[in-house]
């Protein structure tokens, strides 16, 4: 198993959104998430859903992968353990973790029954945690009703006719700007074997969130990565609790998604934190790729 980091860490994701739905709420006709507050909100697990695809696509190995977006033949988790090598280990719980990093980052819960190796039950606490993502102000979703006309099917008997036109709704945040807030833990990091080459892969993979990532609610280039912002403290317990940290950062982030970083500088001194802007150039030309 890798060595596990052993400084704790803190981070912020500043997302811009232009003109696009960050995260459709399926009870509210797919319309923008929001609070009761009328923030925008993108849910953690949209996000972790999202990290795991940008692992994916670097040539990491991922055990939660969506249908639309595999690397493998495998259409369940059941399948896909089944079919790895570590479906027939001694030791189950370190075998995941050493294969899959999303295992071995936010952990899993394998709950198997026959794997041709017996039952399988097993819970992994991972080390990273994300919140989920809000707005910094009310957002006011824009909806706009949208036709489809086109045949579904052939009329033989006369195949000038047409089928009649379909009507639908699109959703959308016309601008805004959404942070999230998450942890990496040494203590859990310990158990799982996540290490600082890890944290590394998850850094870089939020610096380059939405690459790939383009779809009709969320044409490319609608939504983006303002910056990442970086803590990491000198202990496995940290120099300030992670609700210390997170406040401060907030405290220094205007409405437009502008840090103040010397404010964030003075008020978090001993972490030396980083203000990462999103990968571009040589840094997200030469990231691995599967």
């Known amino acids: 198993m890798n060595n596990p980091i ?30 009761i507050d009328r923030l925008g909100e993108i849910s953690d697990v949209c996000l972790k859903r999202k990290i795991r695809n940008r692992l994916l696509e670097m040539g990491e190995e991922i055990f939660v992968q969506s249908d639309d977006n595999r690397s493998d ?3 369940s988790l059941k399948a896909r353990f089944d079919a790895s ?11 995941v973790n050493e294969k899959w990093l999303d295992v ?18 097993i819970g992994i606490r991972g080390p990273v945690t994300i919140q989920s993502a809000y707005s ?3 957002i006011v979703p824009e909806s706009i009703q949208i ?43 310990e158990k799982t074997g996540f290490s600082a080459d890890d944290a590394e892969k998850i850094k870089n993979a939020l610096r380059s969130l939405f690459e790939g990532d383009a779809s009709s609610a969320r044409p490319e280039g609608s939504m983006e990565i303002l910056a990442v912002i970086w803590c990491e403290h000198n202990s496995p317990c940290g120099q300030y609790s992670s609700a210390h940290v997170h406040r401060e950062i907030k405290d220094a982030i205007d409405k ?29 030309a030469k990231l ?3």
């Open 6 to 35: 052993q400084n704790k860490v803190d981070f912020a994701v500043i997302i811009g959104v232009n003109h696009a739905n960050p995260n459709g709420d399926p009870l509210n006709a797919n319309r923008p998430r929001q609070t």
């Open 85 to 95: 090598e570590v479906a027939a280990s001694e030791d189950v719980r370190r075998a």
């Open 256 to 284: 437009d998604g502008k840090i103040d970083e010397e404010k964030v500088r003075k008020s978090l001194s001993v972490l030396e934190p980083q203000f990462l802007p999103a990968l571009e150039g040589d840094e997200l």
């Open 136 to 138: 910094l102000e009310p």
């Open 288 to 290: 691995p790729h599967r």
């Open 104 to 121: 071995r980052a936010f952990g899993q819960v394998f709950a198997f029954g026959d794997t041709g190796s017996g039952a399988v039950s």
């Open 73 to 75: 033949e495998y259409r």
């Open 147 to 189: 036709t489809k006309s086109v045949n579904l099917e052939t009329n033989e008997a006369n195949p000038d006719k047409k089928d009649a036109d379909t009507m639908g709704m699109k959703h959308r945040v016309s601008s805004a700007v959404y942070v999230a807030y998450g942890a990496i833990t040494p203590q859990l990091a």
